[in-house]
């Protein structure tokens, strides 16, 4: 293709590809990051190990931070590790990566899954560490622990896997589904390890049960061994089914608000988490399956987060709607972090009314003076040049005049 489009041209060989061109350009891109940086008083970064096919094993960090307004993110470095890999090791290979980039005194937070290493070297780098999101899927987890969900979601799944394995079973339920009006969606197989998975394959196969239905009762499809798997999933099967997406969607919808990348979450944990007190709270019109599940899931979320209630009214909630709700106050180590939630939960206008009015005047007194001291700081620091500025004028100034 480059000898077609101009035979002078000579392109760079993978040695130089891989050997000058790529670090050189890795090397100016890190620079222009760290000057960018400069400008920069407090991050965050999110921290994640994983394991290649080939079983080497890599850690990557990511910072995030506010710029200009906007809130930005970068992949500082993926690094090799081949140590074992205990909290120390860990937590020397973050350090040495995040001070790469000057920024060991600017983390404030850090965002971590909940093994163990991580919590050990986050603990020994004095990071405050979290995952909402990621406390929430291990709570949905625990209903695979429950015998009664286990044996009916393995019904679900075995027709699940043998409508995946067919390249004809995927143009008979279009048929059906169209036949049907239906949404011509794929089934979805649950992967223990992937967020809301099991919630949402019982939420498809819900939702395309009758063309389910239709397409194994198809003449092209039918045979003895596939007929079975699906008549042994009974009515009362379908209504476990219901029930379970019932019960469950709160969680998804939870993780879903707290998984954004490009807008602020954290003003949403307190309030996410009196509504699913409030939702998985067990009460004597749940059937046992349903009873079951709540307890397993709200049962993880508390021995997490260690909560305890402080209950309170609430009469302020969404125009002229009164909820009771009891307050929580997540016990953590750090009491800083547990104002700090609370004063994203205040200033968040969605959740105002969520304090109570004692509460809520002593934090905005706290942001008050908070805000006055910043503003003193910022007027009395000399302004920080931005170094692309003069790149970009000079790039100007190099222009020629047509």
Known sequence: MCTALNPRYQPPSRDDLSNTLIPAWYSVEKSNLIQKMAQVNKIAITCDGWTSVAQDHFLTVTVH???????MQNVLSTEAVYESQTGLVVAK???SIVEQFNLGQKVIAATVDNASK???ALKNLNFEEGWFAHTLNLAAQKVYDIPAVSSWCAKIRSVVVWLKRSSLSKTVLREKQRLLNLPEHNVILDIKTLCNSLFLMVERFTEQFDAIQAAVLDQRLRKPMEKDKLEGFTCTDLTKAEMFVK???????STMCVSSEKLPTCSQIIPILMKLEAHFRQSDEDTVFTSSMKGKVWGSLQNRYQV???HMNTNKYRGSITFKYPYYILCLKDENLQKFLKEAT????RFKGKLDEGEAADIWDRLEKAAVANA???????PIEDPQADRVMDDAEMKPEK
């Open 65 to 71: 931070y506010i710029y200009r307004g906007r809130m």
């Open 118 to 120: 991580m919590d050990a």
């Open 346 to 349: 205040l200033m968040d206008p």
């Open 93 to 95: 290979e973050i350090l």
């Open 308 to 310: 305890s209630a402080e």
């Open 376 to 382: 003193t700081a910022a007027v009395e620091q000399p």
């Open 247 to 253: 019960c469950m969607q709160v969680l998804y919808t």
